[in-house]
C-alpha cells in the first residue's frame, strides 16, 4: 500500500476539524499545522490521532508548503479543515494506493456547500482540485489566498467529489470575501500587479455573467443568484484594493 500523509492548515477550526480528520481515517499519517488557535484545535486534533506543529502565519501558500515538507510520507492528500473525504473519493485513492500511481498528482472534484446545500453550477463546480499528489515533483504556488498544486509531470482525474463546506452562515461569508479581497490586493501589489480601470469596470459583470448564464448558476436557485453576485462583488473589492494600494504608494513614499 502506497504511504499516504494527510496535511491540514488550520486555526480556530475546533468544531470542523474533528469532520475532516474522521474522514481521513484511512490515512498513514494526519499533520495538522496549527497557527495560534485561540480555541481547542490543536486538542481535537490530538485526540483524534493527528500530529499537530505549531506554527506562526507566513501566508496561505507558504503554509501549505511548510505542511507538504513537514509530512512523514511523499504521498501528500492536501485538506483543509472545512473539507471532507466521503467514501466515493476514499475508494477512489484506495484504488491509487493499491495499484499505485500512474500520475505525478491527482485531480478531485470539489462540491461546494452554502448555507447546508450542495452547489452543483456556476464557478463553484465542479471546481476542480489537484489535491493528492508527489511531492517530490509538485508544491504549492499562487498569489494568497489562492493557492494551487502545480505538478511537474502527468495529473489524472479521480472520479469522486470532495465535500467543502467553506463558511458556518452568510455572516462568514461576507468577512472571508472582504479578508480574501485584502490579501490578494496586499500580494498582487508585492508582485508588482498595476490595475487598470477595466479591471474595476468590466471584470465583476464579467464574473456575474460567466457563474449565472455561461457556467448556468441560476440553476441553483435562490443560493446560485447569491453566489453570483457575492462573487463579483468579492472580485471589485480585489481590484479596488489594489487600486487604491497602488494608488496610495507614490504619495507615502512606499511600495504597494
Excluded: C
Excluded at 508548503?65 to 466515493?88: K, Q
Excluded at 452547489?119 to 498569489?143: E, S
Amino acid at each position: 500500500m502506497l504511504p499516504i500523509s494527510v496535511t491540514i492548515i488550520a486555526r480556530d477550526e475546533a468544531d470542523r476539524i474533528g469532520e475532516a480528520i474522521r474522514s481521513v481515517a484511512f490515512a498513514d499519517e494526519v499533520l495538522v499545522l496549527d497557527s495560534g488557535s485561540r480555541d481547542d484545535t490543536p486538542a481535537v486534533a490530538r485526540a483524534l490521532g493527528a500530529r499537530v506543529v505549531l506554527t506562526d502565519w507566513p501566508g496561505h501558500v507558504a503554509q501549505k508548503n511548510r505542511a507538504v515538507a513537514e509530512a512523514r510520507h511523499d504521498w501528500i492528500l492536501s485538506l483543509d479543515a472545512d473539507e471532507r473525504v466521503g467514501p466515493a473519493l476514499a475508494r477512489a485513492i484506495d484504488r491509487v494506493r493499491r495499484e499505485g500511481p500512474r500520475a505525478a498528482g491527482y485531480r478531485v472534484r470539489r462540491l461546494n456547500h452554502w448555507l447546508g446545500r450542495p452547489i452543483r453550477h456556476g464557478t463553484w463546480y465542479p471546481d476542480r482540485r489537484v489535491r493528492l499528489f508527489d511531492r517530490r515533483r509538485a508544491r504549492f504556488v499562487g498569489l494568497d489566498p489562492h493557492d494551487r498544486v502545480a505538478v511537474d509531470g502527468p495529473v489524472a482525474d479521480l472520479d469522486a467529489e470532495l465535500l467543502h463546506h467553506p463558511y458556518r452562515d452568510l455572516d462568514e461569508h461576507l468577512r472571508t470575501t472582504a479578508a480574501y479581497a485584502e490579501t490578494w490586493a496586499r500580494a498582487a501589489a508585492a508582485a508588482g500587479r498595476i490595475p487598470r480601470w477595466w479591471d474595476l469596470a468590466f471584470r465583476p459583470p464579467l464574473h456575474f455573467v460567466k457563474a449565472i448564464l455561461l457556467r448556468r448558476g441560476f440553476l441553483d436557485g435562490p443560493a446560485g443568484w447569491t453566489i453570483a453576485w457575492l462573487g463579483a462583488a468579492g472580485v471589485l473589492l480585489k481590484w479596488a484594493h489594489l487600486w487604491a494600494r497602488v494608488r496610495a504608494a507614490p504619495a507615502t513614499g512606499e511600495a504597494p
